[in-house]
Protein backbone atom coordinates (compact mmCIF):
# COMPACT_ATOMS: atom_id res chain seq x y z
CA UNK A 1 0.00 0.00 0.00
CA UNK A 2 3.08 2.13 0.93
CA UNK A 3 4.70 1.92 -2.40
CA UNK A 4 1.13 2.41 -4.29
CA UNK A 5 0.93 5.54 -2.50
CA UNK A 6 4.38 6.43 -3.26
CA UNK A 7 3.98 5.54 -7.20
CA UNK A 8 0.61 7.53 -7.27
CA UNK A 9 2.31 10.79 -5.44
CA UNK A 10 5.14 10.37 -8.51
CA UNK A 11 3.12 10.51 -11.20
CA UNK A 12 0.63 13.14 -9.90
CA UNK A 13 3.94 15.33 -9.46
CA UNK A 14 4.92 14.52 -12.98
CA UNK A 15 0.85 15.30 -13.77
CA UNK A 16 1.15 18.69 -11.99
CA UNK A 17 4.78 19.46 -13.69
CA UNK A 18 2.80 18.75 -17.22
CA UNK A 19 -0.28 20.69 -16.41
CA UNK A 20 2.16 23.84 -15.45
CA UNK A 21 4.70 23.67 -17.53
CA UNK A 22 4.31 24.98 -21.36
CA UNK A 23 7.75 24.20 -22.99
CA UNK A 24 7.27 24.87 -26.84
CA UNK A 25 8.62 22.09 -29.05
CA UNK A 26 8.67 25.00 -32.40
CA UNK A 27 12.41 24.25 -33.54
CA UNK A 28 12.65 28.16 -33.69
CA UNK A 29 12.02 28.92 -30.41
CA UNK A 30 14.52 29.20 -28.26
CA UNK A 31 14.01 27.47 -24.36
CA UNK A 32 17.87 27.01 -23.37
CA UNK A 33 21.26 29.27 -23.78
CA UNK A 34 24.69 27.87 -23.45
CA UNK A 35 27.12 30.98 -23.58
CA UNK A 36 30.50 29.61 -22.77
CA UNK A 37 33.95 30.60 -21.60
CA UNK A 38 35.78 33.62 -24.36
CA UNK A 39 38.33 32.41 -26.74
CA UNK A 40 40.31 35.31 -25.06
CA UNK A 41 39.88 37.57 -21.86
CA UNK A 42 41.25 40.37 -24.18
CA UNK A 43 40.95 41.73 -27.30
CA UNK A 44 43.63 44.41 -29.39
CA UNK A 45 41.84 47.08 -30.70
CA UNK A 46 40.82 46.91 -34.51
CA UNK A 47 41.28 43.45 -33.84
CA UNK A 48 39.14 39.97 -33.49
CA UNK A 49 39.28 37.88 -30.57
CA UNK A 50 41.68 35.27 -31.06
CA UNK A 51 42.08 31.40 -30.13
CA UNK A 52 44.45 28.96 -29.07
CA UNK A 53 45.16 29.07 -32.79
CA UNK A 54 45.77 32.31 -33.48
CA UNK A 55 43.26 32.66 -35.27
CA UNK A 56 39.95 34.70 -35.35
CA UNK A 57 37.75 32.64 -32.97
CA UNK A 58 34.26 33.33 -32.66
CA UNK A 59 32.02 33.33 -29.53
CA UNK A 60 30.32 29.93 -28.34
CA UNK A 61 26.87 30.95 -27.63
CA UNK A 62 24.54 28.65 -28.82
CA UNK A 63 20.21 27.88 -28.29
CA UNK A 64 18.45 25.28 -28.79
CA UNK A 65 14.58 24.66 -28.63
CA UNK A 66 12.90 22.68 -26.69
CA UNK A 67 13.24 19.03 -28.75
CA UNK A 68 17.07 19.67 -28.16
CA UNK A 69 17.75 20.88 -31.63
CA UNK A 70 20.13 23.97 -32.29
CA UNK A 71 18.33 27.46 -32.69
CA UNK A 72 19.44 29.55 -35.83
CA UNK A 73 22.07 31.52 -34.96
CA UNK A 74 20.42 34.52 -36.47
CA UNK A 75 18.17 34.50 -33.19
CA UNK A 76 21.06 35.18 -30.72
CA UNK A 77 22.85 38.33 -30.23
CA UNK A 78 25.69 39.31 -28.42
CA UNK A 79 25.33 42.62 -26.50
CA UNK A 80 27.07 44.89 -23.68
CA UNK A 81 24.97 46.23 -20.41
CA UNK A 82 26.74 49.05 -20.03
CA UNK A 83 27.38 52.19 -22.31
CA UNK A 84 31.04 51.65 -21.60
CA UNK A 85 30.59 47.98 -23.02
CA UNK A 86 28.29 49.16 -25.76
CA UNK A 87 31.06 51.23 -27.46
CA UNK A 88 34.22 49.11 -26.53
CA UNK A 89 33.26 46.15 -29.40
CA UNK A 90 31.45 45.33 -32.23
CA UNK A 91 29.77 41.61 -33.62
CA UNK A 92 30.80 40.32 -37.10
CA UNK A 93 29.11 37.69 -38.38
CA UNK A 94 30.15 34.60 -36.55
CA UNK A 95 29.67 36.02 -33.26
CA UNK A 96 33.58 37.24 -33.74
CA UNK A 97 34.43 40.40 -31.25
CA UNK A 98 36.22 42.93 -32.73
CA UNK A 99 37.71 45.90 -30.54
CA UNK A 100 36.52 48.76 -30.98
CA UNK A 101 37.88 51.32 -28.23
CA UNK A 102 40.36 50.16 -25.09
CA UNK A 103 38.20 49.99 -22.20
CA UNK A 104 39.55 47.77 -19.32
CA UNK A 105 35.95 46.27 -18.51
CA UNK A 106 33.57 45.59 -21.35
CA UNK A 107 30.52 43.05 -20.10
CA UNK A 108 28.49 41.31 -22.17
CA UNK A 109 25.45 38.65 -22.39
CA UNK A 110 23.87 36.50 -24.55
CA UNK A 111 20.25 36.98 -25.97
CA UNK A 112 17.95 34.41 -27.62
CA UNK A 113 14.26 35.66 -27.63
CA UNK A 114 13.50 35.84 -23.76
CA UNK A 115 16.68 34.12 -22.75
CA UNK A 116 19.57 36.19 -21.58
CA UNK A 117 23.07 34.56 -20.24
CA UNK A 118 24.88 35.22 -17.19
CA UNK A 119 27.35 38.06 -17.76
CA UNK A 120 31.42 37.69 -19.53
CA UNK A 121 33.61 40.14 -19.10
CA UNK A 122 37.01 40.74 -21.16
CA UNK A 123 39.35 44.05 -21.78
CA UNK A 124 40.01 46.44 -25.04
CA UNK A 125 43.69 46.75 -25.32
CA UNK A 126 46.48 48.69 -27.30
CA UNK A 127 48.03 47.36 -29.94
CA UNK A 128 51.43 45.06 -28.74
CA UNK A 129 55.06 46.40 -29.77
CA UNK A 130 56.79 43.31 -28.77
CA UNK A 131 57.05 39.33 -27.60
CA UNK A 132 59.56 38.56 -24.56
CA UNK A 133 60.36 35.88 -22.65
CA UNK A 134 58.30 36.08 -19.65
CA UNK A 135 60.34 34.46 -16.95
CA UNK A 136 64.14 33.84 -17.59
CA UNK A 137 65.40 32.66 -14.13
CA UNK A 138 64.77 28.80 -15.29
CA UNK A 139 67.10 27.36 -17.90
CA UNK A 140 67.01 24.05 -17.33
CA UNK A 141 65.39 20.75 -16.87
CA UNK A 142 66.99 17.66 -14.64
CA UNK A 143 65.49 14.82 -16.67
CA UNK A 144 66.78 11.97 -14.29
CA UNK A 145 65.35 12.62 -11.09
CA UNK A 146 62.04 12.19 -9.77
CA UNK A 147 60.77 15.01 -8.23
CA UNK A 148 58.66 17.17 -10.25
CA UNK A 149 59.96 20.34 -9.20
CA UNK A 150 63.38 19.68 -11.34
CA UNK A 151 62.02 17.27 -13.40
CA UNK A 152 59.57 19.93 -15.09
CA UNK A 153 59.82 23.20 -16.34
CA UNK A 154 57.36 26.17 -16.46
CA UNK A 155 57.88 28.03 -19.74
CA UNK A 156 56.49 31.82 -20.30
CA UNK A 157 55.81 34.65 -22.51
CA UNK A 158 55.15 37.90 -22.29
CA UNK A 159 52.84 40.46 -24.61
CA UNK A 160 53.75 43.96 -23.93
CA UNK A 161 53.54 47.51 -25.01
CA UNK A 162 55.86 50.07 -24.68
CA UNK A 163 54.67 53.71 -23.70
CA UNK A 164 56.47 56.73 -25.22
CA UNK A 165 57.94 58.52 -24.35
CA UNK A 166 58.43 57.17 -20.37
CA UNK A 167 59.79 53.65 -22.04
CA UNK A 168 56.92 52.27 -19.64
CA UNK A 169 56.53 48.52 -20.22
CA UNK A 170 52.44 47.43 -19.75
CA UNK A 171 51.74 43.81 -19.79
CA UNK A 172 48.70 43.26 -22.01
CA UNK A 173 46.89 40.81 -19.51
CA UNK A 174 43.88 38.26 -21.38
CA UNK A 175 46.36 38.21 -24.93
CA UNK A 176 46.79 34.47 -25.72
CA UNK A 177 50.15 33.25 -26.74
CA UNK A 178 50.65 30.08 -28.72
CA UNK A 179 53.44 27.41 -27.89
CA UNK A 180 54.90 24.65 -29.62
CA UNK A 181 58.02 22.12 -29.17
CA UNK A 182 60.62 23.08 -32.10
CA UNK A 183 62.56 20.04 -31.14
CA UNK A 184 64.74 18.07 -28.23
CA UNK A 185 67.44 15.92 -28.17
CA UNK A 186 65.68 12.44 -29.14
CA UNK A 187 68.88 11.12 -27.96
CA UNK A 188 67.99 11.77 -24.14
CA UNK A 189 64.02 11.97 -24.96
CA UNK A 190 61.75 9.58 -25.76
CA UNK A 191 59.08 12.31 -26.09
CA UNK A 192 58.05 16.61 -25.05
CA UNK A 193 54.97 17.88 -24.69
CA UNK A 194 53.06 21.23 -23.43
CA UNK A 195 50.12 21.17 -20.61
CA UNK A 196 48.51 23.62 -18.75
CA UNK A 197 49.86 24.19 -15.08
CA UNK A 198 46.72 24.64 -13.65
CA UNK A 199 44.68 21.24 -15.75
CA UNK A 200 47.79 19.63 -16.23
CA UNK A 201 46.25 19.06 -19.90
CA UNK A 202 47.52 18.93 -23.30
CA UNK A 203 47.87 22.59 -24.15
CA UNK A 204 48.98 24.57 -27.49
CA UNK A 205 48.61 28.39 -26.28
CA UNK A 206 48.18 30.68 -22.52
CA UNK A 207 46.50 33.49 -21.49
CA UNK A 208 48.82 36.36 -20.44
CA UNK A 209 47.89 36.89 -16.70
CA UNK A 210 50.24 38.61 -14.35
CA UNK A 211 52.35 39.42 -16.95
CA UNK A 212 52.96 36.05 -18.49
CA UNK A 213 51.42 33.52 -20.27
CA UNK A 214 52.88 30.09 -19.21
CA UNK A 215 52.73 26.20 -19.99
CA UNK A 216 54.12 22.84 -18.81
CA UNK A 217 56.93 21.48 -20.17
CA UNK A 218 56.88 17.84 -19.49
CA UNK A 219 60.04 15.44 -20.68
CA UNK A 220 59.78 11.67 -20.82
CA UNK A 221 63.39 10.44 -20.67
CA UNK A 222 64.72 7.15 -22.45
CA UNK A 223 65.35 4.35 -20.95
CA UNK A 224 69.19 4.46 -19.59
CA UNK A 225 69.70 7.73 -21.53
CA UNK A 226 72.86 9.95 -20.21
CA UNK A 227 74.34 13.44 -21.00
CA UNK A 228 73.17 16.47 -22.02
CA UNK A 229 70.81 18.22 -24.52
CA UNK A 230 68.10 20.60 -25.45
CA UNK A 231 64.77 21.63 -25.50
CA UNK A 232 63.60 24.55 -27.81
CA UNK A 233 59.91 25.97 -27.90
CA UNK A 234 58.55 28.84 -30.30
CA UNK A 235 56.09 31.15 -28.75
CA UNK A 236 54.15 33.18 -31.12
CA UNK A 237 51.42 36.13 -30.93
CA UNK A 238 49.33 37.75 -33.98
CA UNK A 239 47.58 41.26 -33.87
CA UNK A 240 45.62 42.81 -36.31
CA UNK A 241 46.75 39.74 -38.52
CA UNK A 242 50.13 39.57 -38.10
CA UNK A 243 53.09 38.86 -36.03
CA UNK A 244 54.20 41.11 -33.52
CA UNK A 245 58.46 42.07 -33.24
CA UNK A 246 59.47 39.46 -31.35
CA UNK A 247 57.38 36.90 -32.42
CA UNK A 248 58.25 33.84 -33.15
CA UNK A 249 60.02 34.02 -30.13
CA UNK A 250 62.59 31.11 -29.37
CA UNK A 251 62.78 29.42 -25.64
CA UNK A 252 66.02 26.79 -25.20
CA UNK A 253 66.09 25.03 -22.11
CA UNK A 254 69.28 22.62 -21.24
CA UNK A 255 68.98 19.09 -20.28
CA UNK A 256 71.34 18.08 -17.57
CA UNK A 257 71.53 15.31 -15.50
CA UNK A 258 71.39 15.30 -11.45
CA UNK A 259 74.22 13.48 -10.99
CA UNK A 260 77.71 14.64 -12.54
CA UNK A 261 80.42 11.80 -13.09
CA UNK A 262 82.12 13.90 -10.36
CA UNK A 263 79.33 13.10 -7.89
CA UNK A 264 78.55 17.12 -7.62
CA UNK A 265 74.53 17.99 -8.51
CA UNK A 266 73.61 20.28 -11.22
CA UNK A 267 71.58 23.22 -9.85
CA UNK A 268 69.05 25.90 -11.10
CA UNK A 269 71.59 28.78 -10.30
CA UNK A 270 75.11 29.65 -11.30
CA UNK A 271 78.23 27.77 -9.52
CA UNK A 272 79.57 29.98 -6.74
CA UNK A 273 83.13 31.28 -7.09
CA UNK A 274 85.56 29.63 -5.40
CA UNK A 275 86.51 30.82 -1.83
CA UNK A 276 89.98 31.73 -1.00
CA UNK A 277 91.73 30.40 1.94
CA UNK A 278 92.82 32.67 4.57
CA UNK A 279 96.36 33.60 4.80
Given at each position: ?96 IVGA ?80 VVSF ?95
Amino acid sequence: MTARRGLTAALLTVAALAGCTDVSTDPQVPVSLQFDSLPALAVVVGDTMRGGDLLPAPVPARAFSGNGGAVPDTQIRIIGIDSTSVRAFTVLSGFRIVGAREASAVRVVAQAGALQSQTQTFAVVPAPTRLVTGNTATDSIVYDRPDTALRYRDVSANVIRQVVPESTLVSLNGLRVKMRVVSFSTTILDSVRLVGTGSGKPATSAVVSSGAATLRLKAYTKAGATGTGTVTIEASHRARGVEVAGSPLRITLRLVPFSLASGSMVRDRAPLAPTRALP
